[in-house]
Nanobody
Framework: QVQLVESGGGLVQAGGSLRLSCAASGLTFSRYSMGWFRQAPGKGREFVAAINWSGGTLYYEDSVKGRFTISTDYARNTVYLQMNSLKPEDTAVYYC?????????????????WGQGTQVTVSS
C-alpha cells in the first residue's frame, strides 16, 4: 500500500521560512517523479514544484521560483519543499504527489498517488 505523508506545515509570518517533508512508503521511490501542489481556500489545486526520478530535473511554478526549492533524499524516501521568503498568498494546503510517468509533471492528472496535505498559513 502506497502512502505519502506530509509534515512541516504551520503558521509563519511573511518573510519567514518553512520546510515541508513528504515521506513515501510502499513504492520504489527512486523510480517515481515527485511533485508538490497547493490549494488555497476557494481555489483549485495548483502546481508548485516537481522533480524527476533521478533528481536531475527540477521545475517550478513562476511565482515560487527563487523562493522555493524541491529536493529528494533517497535514503529516507523523502521529498522536501524548502520555502523561503513566504508571502500571504502562499497560504494553502500543500500536497505531495508521486507519478510513475517519465519526466517532471505539472498536471495533477498525471500523478498516481497523493498525500493528505499539510496546512501552511502565512500571516502579513
Amino acid at each position: 500500500q502506497v502512502q505519502l505523508v506530509e509534515s512541516g506545515g504551520g503558521l509563519v509570518q511573511a518573510g519567514g521560512s518553512l520546510r515541508l517533508s513528504c515521506a513515501a512508503s510502499g513504492l520504489t521511490f527512486s523510480r517515481y517523479s515527485m511533485g508538490w501542489f497547493r490549494q488555497a481556500p476557494g481555489k483549485g489545486r495548483e502546481f508548485v514544484a516537481a522533480i524527476n526520478w533521478s533528481g536531475g530535473t527540477l521545475y517550478y511554478e513562476d511565482s515560487v521560483k527563487g523562493r522555493f526549492t524541491i529536493s529528494t533524499d533517497y535514503a529516507r524516501n523523502t521529498v522536501y519543499l524548502q520555502m523561503n521568503s513566504l508571502k500571504p498568498e502562499d497560504t494553502a494546503v500543500y500536497y505531495c504527489a508521486a507519478t510513475g510517468r517519465v519526466g517532471v509533471r505539472t498536471n495533477e492528472d498525471d500523478y498516481d498517488y497523493w498525500g493528505q496535505g499539510t496546512q501552511v498559513t502565512v500571516s502579513s
